[in-house]
């Protein structure tokens, strides 16, 4: 767009960006390793980075060989998609075989803060 600076924003005008992160806190049972405990985990971060537009990393308790946290964040025009997104990787996560879902924590980026 002319006259905007590379790197700045402007507000979309159907009301702008909607984001959203997520922490998937998950028991991996049969781990008796953090190898084995990451060979768990893998296909369950691979399976959400190639089927969702979503960015995911494990987040938390890397040194613990039953635990797992995945940090999962989205990014859309609309909070409708948003929560349809988490919602998908949701159903995933809780599919996934080896691991647990013990609890999910959700934090949508307000826009007014930015």
Known sequence: MPGRLPGTSRRREDGGVHAAAACFDLHVPQS???????AAIRPVIDGLRHRFPVSVAEVGHQDRSQ?????????????????????SVERFVVAAPDVELIDVETAWLDPEDA
């Open 32 to 38: 008796r390793s953090l190898k084995a405990k990451r």
């Open 67 to 87: 635990r797992a946290a995945i940090g999962v964040a989205v990014v859309g025009a609309g909070a409708t998609q948003v929560r349809e997104v988490l919602a």
